[in-house]
């Protein structure tokens, strides 16, 4: 039986100037599977992401999302992308952010109050929503990131080291959240460069060094109890 595959990334290639940021990468996600990227700092993830929401041009190879290349408004409205850097609007309050960048995706009136009220149910988020941003903790903000990158119910999730100098109890909300966004089919993609947070998050891994892919597994912790 085939593997239905919503992204396909083929001999990605990408150069800044002499550096080979990414080479020759090629992998593929299907629907409710949570892929990790796995390398260490400049190995590569972010340049790859970014070239998969077409926020940079390969050099090389192919990017297709549902067989669309990235920078198509379809594909725009499928993508979700949480970069590693929380992009929120700090004087505003939570509630505020989040029609904000529903409205970035097209969304209004009803549509959104239901979205919203969808996703705040979803991370939880009912005592943060009239906080200004600027008040909220890191791991907070970086919940709040994230609900905003899905509040247009994407097909695909990209998030770029979401757990980054969280304490142990953000970093479980943030992976618990992911998990739940999978369940429901949403594919993602999960950069990080720690194994067990990629064996608790992760369906599978594409392990990267220097724009390279060196392996590509399930998980090796969770793999010895499956």
């Known amino acids: ?21 990414v080479d020759d990468l090629s992998f593929s996600v299907a629907p409710g599977e949570t892929l990790g990227l796995l390398g260490p700092n400049g190995a590569g993830k972010t340049t790859t992401m970014g070239c998969i929401v077409g926020l940079l041009e390969p050099d090389g190879g192919r990017v297709a999302v549902d067989g669309l290349a990235p920078k198509s408004k379809t594909v725009s409205a499928m ?30 009136g009803r549509s959104l109050a239901e979205a919203a009220a969808k996703i705040v149910d979803l991370f939880n988020l009912a005592s943060l929503t009239a906080r200004r941003v600027n008040d909220l903790s890191v791991g907070q903000a970086k919940l ?4 905003s990158a899905v509040i247009h119910e994407p097909r695909l999730l990209l998030v770029d080291e979401p757990t980054a100098g969280l304490d142990v ?21 999960f950069s990080t460069h720690y194994l067990e947070e990629a064996d608790e998050a992760c369906d599978s891994l594409v392990i990267i060094d220097r724009g390279r892919r060196v392996a590509a597994d399930p998980p090796p912790l969770r793999a010895g109890h499956r």
């Open 1 to 21: 039986m085939s593997v239905v595959t919503l992204l396909e990334v083929e001999s990605l290639t990408k150069r800044y100037g002499s550096i080979t940021a």
């Open 79 to 108: 993508v979700g992308y949480a970069a590693q850097r929380t992009a929120l609007h700090l004087s505003l309050r939570v509630s505020e952010n989040l029609a904000y960048f529903g409205g970035l995706y097209g969304l209004r």
């Open 144 to 147: 709040v990131h994230l609900a």
């Open 169 to 189: 109890s953000a970093r479980r909300r943030v992976i618990d959240a992911v998990r739940r966004l999978a369940a429901g089919g949403t594919a993602v993609i």
